[in-house]
């Protein structure tokens, strides 16, 4: 019986290897000399699709007064920093924490900062969001009046359990584990 499934084995693997060696390498295609195009995703908008990471010093924006500049030289990042460290105040001398990354699930690699010259984030000559269309600022004026009166001022204007007196899973926020 045993000798029956040993052959059954050799001859799968030897008609696999046959079937394997039986097939063929498609050829490369030729290196093209034109020059790189955006991907584009099947609505026709550039496909942005990838890994991205906020763990940099580069601002979103270009500073306005950097016009078209789109990199600092080393002495002019560690100014900018510097700059930008006296604007955070007494947040600036906070003590730094240090975690055990893999307790939460990341690896290593993920709380690695990665430091650039790049004065902003946004590529392009002004490295600025473009500003709002015409259609985008009525947007914006007609959500700003339909809030008008509801302002949250004050506690009086928030609900509970904003306010943490009801909590979201029902009862008063003592209930709720951890909370003293």
């Not at 004050?154 to 029902?170: H, K, T, W």
Request: glycine fraction near 10%.
């Amino acid at each position: 019986m045993k000798q029956t499934r040993y052959v059954a084995i050799a001859a799968a693997l030897l008609m696999s290897a046959g079937a394997v060696s039986a097939q063929t390498l498609k050829p490369a295609p030729a290196a093209k000399n034109s020059a790189w195009v955006q991907g584009k995703t099947p609505d026709g908008q550039p496909d942005l699709q990838g890994t991205w990471t906020n763990a940099t010093n580069v601002p979103l924006q270009r500073p306005k007064e950097l016009g078209a500049k789109e990199f600092f030289t080393p002495q002019e990042q560690a100014d900018f920093q510097a700059k930008a460290k006296g604007y955070a105040g007494d947040r600036a001398n906070l003590p730094e924490a240090h975690y055990d990354l893999s307790q939460f699930g990341l690896d290593r690699s993920q709380g690695k900062f990665a430091p650039n010259l790049r004065t902003s984030t946004i590529a392009g000559p002004e490295g600025r969001l473009p500003a709002f269309t015409p259609e985008g600022q009525k947007r914006i004026a007609a959500r700003a009046a339909a809030l008008k009166g509801r302002e949250a001022d004050g506690p009086e204007n928030r609900n509970l359990g904003e306010r943490c007196i009801v909590s979201a899973a029902g009862g008063t926020a003592d209930d709720a584990v951890g909370i003293q």
